[in-house]
């Protein structure tokens, strides 16, 4: 499994290599495009996007199902080096909440991300999640609102909730009330076009 993904990866890298500047997207199944058919995830509907507003970009998306930050953090700069990439968009922490991990553990690793894309002078998106009440108020509060503190502490552009118009529905999810269906996807990809086109230049 490892193979075949730094394969693709390595293919989607040299294809974005021929764009002006290129969007490296660091995520989760949620951007992975799991359960959904080839071309059907947000990041594939933004490449389309991207073509039809005529704006010089590619997307990389390097994102893996099942992914937390602490992953997220190991292979950042990797990606960094292979794409040099014009904007990085991180859009982790689901997992690390889902599994009750710490939130500075979550935090640092998120920090830890952003700092190496803005070593490299990528502009930032970063995508925040919510969590499920039963985790308890404190948690999911302190969750919640660590991605707004590092968006300001980084100077990056905030994606307040990836899932925003979709989690309270669930005719848009599969049946294993996690993942998004297909039909979802273009609401994803807006919650996320408003907050990266003005960094689009």
Do not use: C
Not at 84 to 93: N, S, W
Not at 174 to 200: S, T
């Amino acid at each position: 499994m490892f193979k075949f993904i730094s394969a693709a990866f390595f293919l989607l890298a040299s294809f974005a290599a021929q764009a002006a500047g290129n969007i490296l997207v660091v995520g989760d199944s949620l951007s992975a495009g799991y359960g959904l058919g080839a071309n059907q995830s947000w990041p594939s509907l933004l490449e389309k996007r991207l073509r039809a507003e005529r704006l010089d970009y590619s997307v990389v998306n390097a994102s893996i199902s099942g992914d937390t930050t602490s992953g997220g953090r190991s292979r950042i700069g990797a990606a960094l080096e292979q794409t040099r990439p014009a904007v990085v968009i991180v859009a982790l922490g689901g997992n690390d909440g889902l599994r009750g991990l710490p939130v500075k553990l979550m935090r640092d690793n998120l920090e830890a991300m952003l700092q190496a894309a803005q070593v490299h002078k990528a502009r930032l998106v970063l995508v925040g999640m919510k969590l499920p009440p039963n985790y308890g108020i404190d948690y999911t509060r302190e969750f919640e609102q660590s991605y707004a503190l590092l968006a300001r502490k980084h100077k990056a552009a905030l994606v307040p909730f990836l899932l925003e118009g979709v989690a309270q529905r669930r005719e848009l999810f599969l049946p294993d009330n996690i993942h998004p269906v297909a039909e979802a996807q273009p609401i994803i990809l807006d919650n996320v076009w408003k907050v990266l086109r003005p960094l689009l230049k």
